[in-house]
């Protein structure tokens, strides 16, 4: 007879472990206890060498689906005996903290919920020890139920006898329920609730309205994705012309019926965290061409929650589409609504009735938005399902430290030790009520993960509102410069350690000079950077509306690239007209509202306007991405023959230039000569690419250095991405790209919270 004390480290709450550990010990005939430690479970394992043996194999081979676990750590103690093996009540250490994401509903309870023998036939909460809400509804560590939402639903008899059984899927289950004693939905500012407000919800999806519909992480909007006037009406509604919509397809078979779907997609597409898939659409199919405008893809996810997969399939007679938009619930600007009252404050004049339910969403968390590339997921907004799962360096940096993320696409970090965890997307802080909700989040994450940060971390830019909260933390302030934190953060995410040329394309950054960068090669490593390169430097013109309007970039680079036959060359490219074009050089030349950039997004923009693609767009990288997808007319894969060009850079001493002005000088010329808009947005893309391999060539040969990533916004696009990768490699480079971290500015906090991290090492 002995006993062990073991303790399991890693995602180990929330998933069922205990109840695992419970059943090993049976099956073992071990005596003890197990309890949750907040950071870790504990177990006192007694009885015979061989049966702890057998449970120390288990913890390791047969752990829950959804557990991960990193590390077990036994030690042997001298205790009384024990009776049997009990859950004990959980017990608050210190530690690193691991929060379960939110997990979408499993294929077990999916069966329950349409058997109609079963009693949780039709609940829209059913969940069990492999699904349902964690992170969204809890209130702080350990994971219990009186420590989350469902501490308002006192479990009936029959829930409370499964919760109690090891036999049973919901052993130990927190937010277990049922029709009885769970949660309610109800349709908000009337009495219908239950069956019938779920019915109405239905009717109303038929009938070609739109709805709201509170879910997981918050509210979304609902309509018929094969209904024309529908998806009209909510782009009306919602003042949306063109950003395309993810939708939620009825099942895999209605997904394969509207997209082509690789089987590693379909794996991400069915996956326990169910994000939004961006998928190629086939031709034939019942999405509506309002959905995704001009856009080969359109952005699919499967049903997660309960009262989802109801909207598809109910007993009340009435056939729904089986595709659905499904657009996050918020007014332009604003984060998810998550209750009620933000719901009907916000979102109720985009629609004609709202689905709602009395389990509160503690911590909000919209879809996930992934790509995929290279086999692996690309991401695009990494929230629900993913957040707050830590990324692991195996450096070890000191202390904790907050950083609070970029200004757009806002996400902010946790960083303690070496593990470092990403929040649940926030938003675009221009809103002060998404101010106001990052503020909240912070301090509720911090509180789940026991964090106390002895530093805060943003960026540079003087006018940035994530400065000004930054700086009303009242602690130390670290600034880090935006496309250094992008670079950061890809090698953190590659867990590498050295130094790296990094390419660092976006759409705007503040840089150390004040002038924007956005189209920076950086030298760095974890301890700070020098800029190297960039491409060349132009005027942006319009301030904020250059930004919009794509047209006063390429009027501006013609400008400069032609001087005064720009207006005539402008008038015939139909980019502006000679008098626009006049007051725009008059600006430029006094730098009236003007600003020296090097922004690689804004470039994008310009060439877009050029080639007669967008002079201008309704929604952030609108110019830009309609430039690929023309690109992508002409060809994809294998890469097409183009002509090289002879310059690709103007070498400095130390660093380069890329030369984009004599590339916009091509493209000019070339479309006035008639060639084909496609062709000349492949050969952009190719010559760009042709342009940042030959730059990093150049650093490298100076410095040796030949790891080279590629973060920022500008890098979505995958076009880009392909040619860029295919290049470095061929010339021999090392290349880091992301995968679980946007390479837009929804990654930068963890760029951010490492700097943050290495520089509380240094000064320890
Ligand atoms: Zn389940
Ligand atoms: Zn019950």
Sequence with gaps: MKTEIIRVYGIVQGVGFRPFVSREADRLSLAGTVSNKGSYVEIHAQGDEKAVDGLLKALKGNAPERSEVLDVISAHADEPPYAGFEIIESEKEQGDIFVSPDIGICDKCKAELFDSSDRRYLHPFINC???????????????????????????????????????????????????????????????????????????????????????????????????????????????????????????????????????????????????????????????????????????????????????????????????????????????????????????????????????????????????????????????????????????????????????????????KKNLFYPSPYVGDMADIRTVNALKESVGRMCELLEAAPAAVACDLHPKYNTVTAAEEMGLPVIKVQHHFAHILSCIAENDYSGKVIGVSFD?????????????????????????????????????????????????????????????????????????????LSAMTDRRINSVISTSAGRLFDGVSAILGIRKASTFEGEASMTLQFEAQKYSEEPFADYEPMEKLTAQKETGVTLCTHALVKRLCENRLSGRDTPQLAYEFHALLSDMITAACDKIRSDSGVSVCALSGGVFQNKLLLKMTVARLEKQGFKVLTHSLIPPNDGGIALGQAVYAAKILERNN
């Design 129 to 415: 020890t492999q699904c349902g809400p964690r992170l969204t509804i809890l209130d702080s560590m350990p994971y219990d139920r009186v420590r989350t939402s469902m501490n308002e639903f006192p479990m009936c008899e029959s829930c409370a006898k499964e919760y109690e059984n090891p036999e049973t899927r919901r052993y130990d289950a927190q937010p277990v329920c049922c029709n009885d004693c769970g949660p309610e939905v109800y349709l908000i500012g009337t009495d219908i609730k239950g069956k019938a407000a779920i019915t109405a919800a239905r009717k109303a999806i038929k009938e070609g309205k739109i709805i709201a519909v509170k879910g997981i992480g918050g509210f979304h909007l609902c309509c018929s994705a094969s209904d024309e006037q529908a998806v009209k009406r909510l782009r009306k509604l919602k003042n949306r012309p063109m950003k395309p919509f993810a939708v939620m397809l009825k099942d895999m078979e209605t997904a394969k019926r509207e997209c082509a779907i690789s089987p590693e997609q379909e794996t991400l597409l069915c996956g326990w965290q169910k994000p939004i898939v961006l998928l190629k659409k086939k031709k034939g199919g019942k999405l509506c061409e309002s959905v995704a405008p001009d856009n080969p893809n359109v952005g699919v996810m499967l049903p997660y929650a309960p009262v989802q997969l109801l909207l598809f399939n109910y007993d009340d007679g009435i056939k729904t589409p089986d595709c659905l938009v499904m657009t996050s619930g918020n007014a332009s600007g604003a984060p998810i609504c998550r209750s009620d009252e933000d719901a009907v404050k916000e979102i109720s004049h985009f629609c004609d009735l709202m689905l709602s339910h009395n389990r509160k969403i503690r911590l909000r968390a919209d879809d996930t938005v992934t790509d995929f590339w290279g086999g692996r997921p690309y991401m695009i907004r990494r929230s629900r399902g993913f957040a707050p799962l830590p990324i692991m360096l195996s450096e070890n940096f000191g202390g904790q430290v907050l950083a609070i993320g970029g200004e757009l696409k806002n996400s902010f970090c946790i960083g």
């Design 507 to 583: 759409g705007t950054g503040y840089g150390e000079d004040g002038t924007i960068w956005g189209g920076e090669l950086l030298l760095c490593d974890y301890s700070g950077y020098e800029r190297l390169g960039s491409i060349r430097p132009f005027i942006q013109a319009g301030g904020d509306l250059s930004a919009k309007e794509g047209w006063r970039i390429a009027a501006s680079i013609i400008g400069e690239i032609f001087g005064e036959q720009g207006g005539d060359i402008c008038e015939k490219l139909s980019v502006c007209d000679k008098k626009n074009f006049k007051v």
